[in-house]
Structures are given as C-alpha cells and as structure tokens.
C-alpha cells in the first residue's frame, strides 16, 4: 500500500550543512528536486533568511552545493537552481533505489523536514535499512499508509474530508456566504456542533500537513 512518511534528518548528514550553520536563521524551502545522475542531484529550492550576497559567499564555502543559478529575486527570498554533490547518499537512495518522491522538504535551524512518498510500504523499509547500514539519521515523526481515499493524502478523516469538500462546494466559505453552518449540518444529517468540528479539526489538520511540514510547533 502506498505510504507518505514525514521524518527529520540532521543538517550535518545532508547537503547545505555548511551553509545552515554559517547563518542560523537561513532556510531552505525545495521546491522540485532533479535526479541528475549517480552522484548528484539537482534541486529547484527557496531561500530565506539572508541577503544574496551572503548567500552567494556562505555557498561558496559549501562543498555539497555547485553551480548555483538565480532563477528570481524578491525582497526577502530568492529562487535558486543548484547542483548538491556531497551528503546525498539517503536522499539518492530514497529517489531510485526506493522510488520514492520527496513531497515536501525545508532545511532550518540544523535539520532537514522531509515528507515522502512511497508507492509501497515495502519501499519505505529499504530506506530504513539503508540508514541502519550507513549509519545516517531518518527519525520518523508519523507513518501514514493511503487507502485509496482522498482524504489518506492529508491527514484527513473521511467524514473531515466530506465536510471540508461540501462546505467548499455549497458555498459555506465563499463571501458572502451562501449556505450557513445549520443549513449545511441539515444537509448533511449531522448536528452543526459535530460539523463545525469536523471542519475546524479538518482545516487544522489540512494545514499542519501542507504548511507547517513538521515546524507547526515553531514561532
């Protein structure tokens, strides 16, 4: 069955060590991440917390990363294509050997928020035995196997998932609003105490698993 795992890595046994702990309040937000051969990845990422021309010299002190390319500049982010060369082992292991597809992954303060997924369960334990081998650190914050429903995905309940869908649908949402809790409770055959927590604890988790990816507890 196909698994999404979040799990935590330490800075210093993936790319961008160097560079996380140069300047602490630097991140990392991977946007897409490129297998570009046996030794090598190529990953699209945001980074935040410093200005481009510190990023530029803490980089070039940071062996994992080369060729780094600015793709856009903002004022408080840049987006940057680069090359990382050195650390990878578990993320290479993770995209070929396992098949796996890294979903999210943000790098701050010394560690790296990872969530995956796995077509198979099975899949999942090749990159647990290749930590063990190595001697790498994946520390697994949840395991969740998809059953084939949407709501699997996100962390949703089935009747989270129906609530968060009909609200959307009828109106609930919308402002104005054109359909209100007690109408929308009535349709659904439930009473609007048990769908207003159906839909807060929905969009909280909906949120804490797209968002927050594992920092929901940070400032």
């Given amino acids: 069955m196909a698994t999404i795992v979040r799990g935590t890595v330490p800075a210093n046994e993936f790319a961008l060590a160097h560079s996380l702990e140069t300047i602490p309040d630097l991140e990392f937000d991977i946007e897409r991440i490129v297998d570009s051969g046996e030794d090598a990845v190529m990953p699209m990422l945001w980074v935040r917390g410093a200005s481009a021309d510190r990023i530029e010299e803490v980089f070039e002190d940071d062996s994992s990363v080369q060729n780094v390319m600015v793709l856009a500049e903002f004022d408080d982010e840049s987006l940057l294509r680069m090359e990382w060369v050195d650390n990878i082992k578990l993320l290479l292991q993770m995209l070929t050997n396992s098949e796996a597809t890294i979903l999210d992954a943000i790098g701050r303060e010394r ?31 949840s395991v969740r196997q998809m059953d084939g429903e949407p709501a699997g995905r996100y962390g949703l309940t089935t009747e989270q998932y ?6 959307t649908r009828r109106g609930y949402f919308s402002v104005p609003r054109e359909i209100t809790l007690e109408e929308l409770a009535e349709e659904m055959g439930v009473s609007h105490q048990a769908l207003s927590e159906r839909i807060r604890r929905g969009t909280e988790a909906l949120v804490d698993d797209t968002l927050f990816i594992g920092f929901a507890d940070d400032d």
């Fill in 111 to 141: 560690r790296w928020q990872f969530r995956v997924f796995y077509p198979e369960r099975k899949l999942f334990s090749k990159t647990h035995d290749f930590c063990d081998q190595h001697g790498l650190t994946f520390e697994v914050d």
């Fill in 162 to 167: 129906e609530a968060l869908v009909k609200a």
